[in-house]
């Protein structure tokens, strides 16, 4: 496939300033453009489309109806608009790609949405690769986020998705990447691929609903918004399953709340955080069937169950720990109360209290220094008499919304605390500290 370097006027990074630009054509991109229309990023990939994206990378989107207005004298209007479009979705996609890639890459909003953050997607293609996996089939691939970390691990990929915009932006990825000897680009019905020549199977199925060009497989339809329902993914949960248990390896991206009945018998489950917010649950078969393990990005700890019953509650101690949601999500907060030697607060929330402050990756530490039954009166007044001006409210079992209990205690003063809106062997509590020194 033929390219060329372009140069551009206009702002630019200083990580761009000194490498050059590989621009990919896709006029003769064979199966991914097969829809019979015209390629959609096309005009982008040309070098005016090229010299635009360059001069639109730090674009304030507040400005924008200025910057189409100039741009619009010396470049086509229809150009403009999907310049400008593209560049707020790179702008978007920083947090999850980096700077370093957002900017090369080309994205649909569904794209940018939907796709697996790279620092995760890396974590499961090291996986990958340390299994003894050379080549997987990425079904449902989407823009290649997936695809592009696999193929960084040096693990050819072929990479399969309905939509032919999602298809055509996985294969420009790969391109601008310089991941395109590894990653081959198939527009196609996920369920009509045959995977059998793959060491692997990666399956990431739509989880929105009524989103145009949204999709990953075959297409939701009807409805808009997340979908919980893993039947109504799409391709469903099942054929997903099912496609998985014809590979030697497969992994299922799903949704983080999926409900553990929900989760094959023959499955290892996998809920993955990065910097504290949960990110995926992750579907692993030929693996360890039935095991249940939090992941914890960037550190990369794990955390393996081993079918320990329920923690006891006890009182009130010193330290509240605050596990984090992968450890909360994979049902572990009793391995990680054994590790603390806690108890809970109450049985049926997932704080622990422990009279021990323990280094621990799984949870955060606060130190607990009151505790007093829910009663605004009595929280404003020792606010008051503590002199606290910053507060950070966290609530759990709890109904009482944080701005609305900060409106009514109207703290101030120079100091900060931290209070924990829950229950405490059952009776709503609320407890003030503040986070524990490491």
């Known amino acids: 496939m033929a390219s060329h370097p372009v140069s551009a006027s206009g702002p630019r990074g200083p990580d761009r300033a000194a ?78 790609f980096g700077a370093g890639d957002a900017y090369r890459m080309y994205f649909t909003p569904n794209g940018v949405e939907q796709s697996t953050r790279a620092s995760v997607a890396a974590h499961r293609a090291a996986r990958f690769a340390a299994l003894g996996v050379r080549s997987v089939a990425d079904l449902c691939c989407g823009i290649g986020g997936d695809a592009i970390a696999l193929a960084r691990a040096g693990i050819s990929v072929l990479a399969v998705d309905h939509d032919p915009l999602a298809a055509e932006a996985a294969r420009a990825n790969a391109e601008a990447l310089g991941l395109a000897p590894l990653i081959e680009v198939r527009r196609a019905d996920v369920t009509e691929v045959g995977t059998s020549s793959h060491d692997a199977v990666f399956a990431d199925p739509a989880r929105r609903a009524g989103r145009p060009g949204g999709g990953r497989g075959r297409g939701p339809k009807g409805g808009s918004g997340r979908i919980f329902d893993p039947e109504a993914y799409s391709p469903p949960l099942s054929w997903a399953v099912g496609a998985a248990r014809t590979a030697r390896l497969a992994a299922l991206k799903i949704a983080p709340g999926v409900p553990h009945e929900a989760i094959p018998g023959d499955a290892e489950a996998e809920w993955i955080s990065d910097h504290g917010d949960v990110k995926e649950a992750v579907l692993w078969f030929g693996t360890a069937p039935g095991s249940r393990r939090a992941t914890l990005l960037p550190s990369g700890a794990r955390l393996a169950g081993r ?33 603390l030697d806690g108890g809970l607060l109450d049985a049926t929330i997932a704080y622990i209290t422990a009279d021990e402050l323990r280094p621990t990756p799984w949870a955060t530490a606060y130190e607990i220094t009151d505790e007093l039954p829910f009663n605004l009166k009595r929280l404003k007044a020792l606010l008051r008499e503590r002199g606290v001006g910053t507060l950070t409210v966290k609530k759990r079992g709890s109904a009482v919304e944080p701005e609305e209990l900060r409106r009514r205690v109207k703290p101030s003063g120079p100091n900060a605390a931290t209070i924990f809106l829950t229950r405490v062997a059952g009776a709503p509590t609320v407890l003030v500290g503040a986070p524990a020194p490491v």
């Open 307 to 339: 079918g320990l019953p329920d923690p006891g509650v006890r009182k009130t101690g010193r330290y509240l720990y605050e596990p984090d949601g992968a450890v909360i999500r994979a049902h572990l907060v009793a391995e990680v109360a054994e590790e």
């Open 19 to 96: 490498r050059p630009h590989t621009v990919p054509r896709l006029a003769d991109n064979g199966r991914v453009n097969d829809a019979g229309s015209p390629s959609a990023l096309a005009p982008l990939l040309t070098a005016e489309g090229q010299a635009l994206l360059t001069a639109l990378r730090d674009h304030d989107p507040g400005q924008e109806l200025a910057v189409a207005t100039r741009l619009r004298r010396d470049h086509p209007a229809g150009l403009v608009s999907a310049a400008l479009a593209q560049a707020r979705l790179r702008q978007r996609a920083v947090a999850k």
